[in-house]
């Protein structure tokens, strides 16, 4: 099974700009070992399980709870069976239709 998910988590209480506490979050899901891109607008991670997508939300939060008193979070998950390296295999698809579409 392939899990993807993409999630945006950032205290909403320390100004403008919340880098820092972003890139502690970033540390904790490459720490976890797991395939994951970041992008501008949140992070995609790749993980075998639903329980494994789950734990790294919840490190995430453990990371900005002792320093935030309000955390946003958005989700979102593509499930798929019997699938595996769909974090680069999708990206892989798009630029070989590309490619095709131009020639």
């Known amino acids: ?22 890139s502690k979050v970033i540390e904790s899901i490459d720490a976890s070992n797991h395939s994951y891109q970041l992008t501008a607008m ?13 734990a790294i939300l919840q490190r995430a939060y453990d990371v900005l709870d002792p320093v935030s008193e309000r955390v946003y979070s958005s989700v979102k998950f593509d499930i798929r069976k019997n699938k595996k390296n769909r974090l680069k295999g999708k990206i892989d698809s798009i630029h070989r239709h590309f490619k095709n579409a131009k020639t």
């Open 1 to 22: 099974m392939s899990v993807l998910m993409e999630f945006a988590m950032f205290p909403t209480d320390k100004g403008d700009s919340v880098s820092a506490y972003v």
């Open 42 to 54: 949140g992070t995609v991670v790749e993980v075998d399980t639903m329980e494994e997508a789950l």
